[in-house]
């Protein structure tokens, strides 16, 4: 599992769980500030709810005011009723998080500018550093090892907490507030302290392979990032294959990830979603490129969106998935507005592929294994399609 330190989770979600945005789970399935179609002025969901063991918006919202009449935390009060629910991705965010969450939606992020993936045995890499970046100024280059985070060693941690850690997550650390590094090259141990900053990211990146195909890689679905790639799959060499990677990417706006998938779909459908038992449906936009070979990389860390945009390619037999299962996250959240500003994420429905496989607990099976060896198995499949 990778990534980069930046979409980490506020401290406030799901009982101090670690999951991902990218890294920790804030960008949920697309309902943040109401990103799915027909969900923006849906009332308060009643006793007919889909999803199992949530937390009703009503309650939340109840508990809220109760404790502000009370002169108590209705933040808190919110934080206990969405526990009790056991609603696994319920979150509840102060309106600063919500502010920062919906920033990180468009790009934006603190933090120092590393992208980290967990080796085999524990250790914690570098695997990237953005440019003009507080790493980039320190001299820290990919393929370091990173030993500890202030203090606090890393190796056995989950990529998420690593992240959350460099951000500063646990103690709302704001840009401008330090985090001191340990780090190994070679023979080499040293410490830097860094200061958090206030940084941007490209999503989307693009690349061509060896062989002429074009890689693709959406590091997550934040705004925008839709219609990037479908301008990078315009711009592609006639007759080259893509492989879309997808590996990391914890998801993002449900709505980018259709606008992407519209890029190798004429239409049609992309998946079904229930909102308090109210199926709708997302559908591509006609005029995609259905003749280029395609594969598509997933992991363990390929969540929500991500694993939205691989069913349908899957399923419509558009795409051959390599890489390992999925982390299966289909649950489509809302928010609530409490009365002291703040916002409660609480589950709302589930979604589905186009062939109504369940995504939620149960992830996407690629249709050819493979780990270290994903991205050379992908350009060998993209060879044999292109025959």
């Keep these: 599992m990778s990534g980069r330190d930046l979409f980490c989770q506020p401290r406030r979600m799901r009982r101090g769980a670690a999951l991902t945005l990218l890294f920790a789970s804030v960008v949920v399935t697309g309902a943040a500030t109401g990103s799915l179609p027909g969900t923006e002025r849906r009332p308060a969901p009643g006793p007919s709810r889909t999803a199992a063991s949530v937390a009703r918006p009503d309650e939340v919202t109840e508990a809220a005011v109760e404790a ?77 090892r990173l030993r500890s985070i202030d203090g606090r060693a890393v190796d056995g941690r989950p990529v998420t907490e690593v992240v959350s850690l460099l951000r500063g997550d646990a103690t709302d650390a704001p840009a401008g507030t330090t985090v001191r590094l340990g780090l190994e090259r070679g023979t080499r141990e040293w410490d830097v302290t860094l200061r958090r900053a206030r940084l941007s990211t490209d999503t989307v990146s693009v690349r061509e392979l060896p062989e002429g195909d074009t890689l693709i890689k959406i590091g997550a679905f934040t705004r925008g990032s839709g219609d990037t790639v479908r301008a990078a799959v315009r711009k592609a060499p006639r007759g080259a294959g893509i492989v879309l990677d997808l590996r990391g990417n914890p998801g993002g706006l449900v709505t980018e990830a259709v606008t992407a998938a519209s890029a190798f779909l004429d239409g049609g459908l992309v998946a079904t979603y229930d909102v308090d038992g109210d199926q709708q449906a997302l559908h591509a936009e006609l005029g995609g490129d259905t003749e280029r070979p395609l594969v598509a990389l997933v992991d363990g860390g390929t969540m929500s969106a991500a694993e939205l945009l691989t069913g349908a390619l899957q399923d419509r037999g558009r795409a051959v998935v390599v890489g390992s299962r999925t982390f299966g996250k289909g649950s489509v959240q809302m928010p609530t507005r409490l009365p002291d500003g703040s916002v409660a994420e609480l589950t709302v429905g589930h979604y589905r592929t186009p062939s109504g496989r369940a995504v939620d607990g149960h992830g996407i099976t690629p249709d050819l294994e493979a780990d270290e060896d994903a991205l050379p198995r992908a350009e060998t499949v993209l060879t044999g399609l292109g025959d």
């Design 68 to 144: 502000m009449a009370d002169g108590k935390s209705p933040l808190e009060a919110a934080e206990r009723a969405v526990s009790r629910s056991g609603d696994r991705w319920g979150a509840v965010y102060s309106e600063g998080e919500y502010e920062e969450f919906e920033e990180t939606l468009d790009g934006a992020y603190t933090g120092v500018g590393l992208g980290a993936r967990r080796e085999r045995g524990g250790r914690i890499e570098v695997t990237e550093v953005a440019a003009g970046s507080p790493a980039d100024a320190a001299g820290i280059r990919a393929g370091d």
